[in-house]
């Protein structure tokens, strides 16, 4: 199947029988220098949160030594589309839109709460201040200065809010990695980036300009409002949060993809990855650093 740029993904049939094939590329897992866990791990997440409520596909296999066709595992097949620009715009998810955001932050309440001692062992432990380390020294080793990067970095250390308790974060909760059918979210995927670290940083990664596909009124991926969100979240998480608790972590999301679209540009540019994709995506630093100034006005008006 289309779509991902890490992993394999195959959709099998048989008879009355359909599943999903989530496998390493070839078969073979390769050293990252990122921080995703493997998909032996992966597949224990989703099993961990499906136990307390989270909608995801059903783990059915997780592949061994001897199914002989590499890592990864088998899991249920759900309907739902995945694609932002007709979820954010066909009249066909004009009632999910109205839905989402609510069941958003049903969704990451249910998540946070998944028992860290059920975690696959392998999760890294990533708050804030150690994100920013991270991402500056990614920054620095390109030697392609840029000021509003730099103006960012040293604005989200000197306005750093104080940690929340850890829980699990799933990393990547956004559009493209959440199915949703008519009636709203059905599934989430893609669970390679989940860490443990503050509940702030999923809510405000669906915050992130570059998620809102054009739909920049909308704050909550493009479809919903924060509000909406953070009732959802806040009833069942016990919190309360308020909307200027995401506002740190959505400039730091924002500087984030920004520093990921450099490493993107750089593996087209050296030819290590010389496809379009990476070429399109990494033309997207500039996008985020009109974001970044966005916030950084409206931090100080």
Same mark, same amino acid.
């Given at each position: ?72 595992? $088998?899991? +249920? ?5 995945? !694609? #932002? ?7 066909? *998810?004009?009632?999910? %839109? ?24 392998? $999760?890294? +432990? ?5 994100? !920013? #380390? ?7 080793? *390109?030697?392609?200065? %840029? ?155």
């Amino acid at each position: 199947m289309s779509g991902g740029a890490s992993q394999e993904t195959w959709a099998l049939s048989g008879g009355e029988h359909a599943a999903i094939l989530r496998r390493a590329p070839g078969g073979t897992s390769k050293a990252r220098s990122s921080a995703a866990i493997g998909l032996p791990a992966e597949a224990k997440l989703i099993s961990a949160a499906e136990q307390v409520g989270v909608p995801v596909p059903r783990v059915l296999h997780v592949l061994g030594e001897d199914d002989e066709i590499g890592d990864g595992f $088998l899991m +249920s097949l759900v309907q739902g589309e995945t !694609i #932002a620009r007709p979820i954010l715009r066909n009249e066909e *998810f004009a009632n999910a %839109r109205g839905n989402l955001a609510g069941q958003c932050g049903s969704a990451l309440a249910d998540i946070h709460k998944i028992p860290l001692d059920t975690a696959p062992r392998e $999760l890294q +432990s990533s708050d804030g201040l150690a994100q !920013i #380390a991270q991402y500056e020294e990614i920054y620095c080793s *390109f030697e392609a200065p %840029r000021p509003v990067f730099e103006l960012a970095l040293q604005w989200l250390k000197g306005h750093a809010p104080a940690a929340m308790g850890p829980v699990l974060v799933h990393g990547d909760f956004r559009l493209g990695n959440l199915m949703i059918d008519e009636t709203g979210l059905v599934a989430v995927l893609d669970w390679e980036l989940a860490h443990v670290g503050d509940p702030r940083e999923d809510i405000a990664w669906l915050c992130v300009n570059s998620w809102r596909f054009g739909q920049t009124e909308n704050r909550v991926g493009g479809f919903g409002h924060l509000d909406d969100l953070l009732d959802a979240y806040n009833e069942k998480a016990g919190t309360e949060i308020v909307p200027r608790d995401i506002d740190w972590w959505e400039m730091l999301g924002s500087l984030k993809w920004g520093i990921m679209c450099m490493i993107m540009y750089e593996a087209f540019r050296s030819g290590a990855d010389a496809s379009v994709e990476r070429a399109a995506i990494g033309r997207r630093v500039s996008e985020t650093e009109i974001d970044l100034i966005n916030l950084l006005e409206a931090a100080h008006a």
